[in-house]
């Protein structure tokens, strides 16, 4: 496992205490699970994706991420409609152990309110969370 130090939490990036991650591209968001948790997961074998037009409320659970440890659950950062899902996981799960933040997204969604984003914690609070809860 990494030590906090080493995890890697892109500036341009919005987290939730879940450990997901958003980063907003225009209209659209995409959505994965941070550094650390993929971390502590261990190697992902499967990921569960909902369906695209499926629409989800901030904090409802969008789907599971299994590893070799175990299966968690994924919440929803901010309420918005899937626009897409990431189908290389389905081949390929390990990408969100490999590139969390670019290959191993999970959902691309469209956010209700695009300003929901900005009221998430940012990289240096998040890294304070981390630090709070070792």
């Given at each position: 496992m990494k030590?906090?130090?080493?995890?890697?939490?892109?500036e341009n990036i919005r987290y939730t205490?879940?450990?997901?991650?958003?980063?907003?591209?225009?209209?659209?968001?995409?959505?994965?699970?941070?550094?650390?948790?993929?971390?502590?997961?261990?190697?992902?074998?499967?990921?569960?994706?909902p369906a695209e037009g499926a629409h989800f409320k901030a904090g409802e659970e969008f789907g599971t991420v299994e590893s070799i440890k175990s299966v968690s659950s994924l919440y929803m950062p901010v309420s918005g409609t899937v626009r897409t899902v990431n189908s290389a996981l389905e081949d390929a799960p390990t990408l969100v152990n490999v590139e969390p933040y670019t290959e191993g997204w999970m959902i691309c969604i469209t956010p209700d309110n695009p300003d929901d984003a900005a009221a998430m914690t940012d990289a240096a609070a998040y890294r304070a969370l981390l630090a709070d809860n070792a």
């Open positions: 030590d906090l130090d080493q995890v890697e939490l892109p205490s879940e450990h997901v991650w958003l980063r907003m591209d225009g209209e659209a968001a995409l959505v994965g699970i941070s550094d650390f948790a993929q971390d502590q997961l261990g190697e992902i074998a499967f990921v569960d994706l």
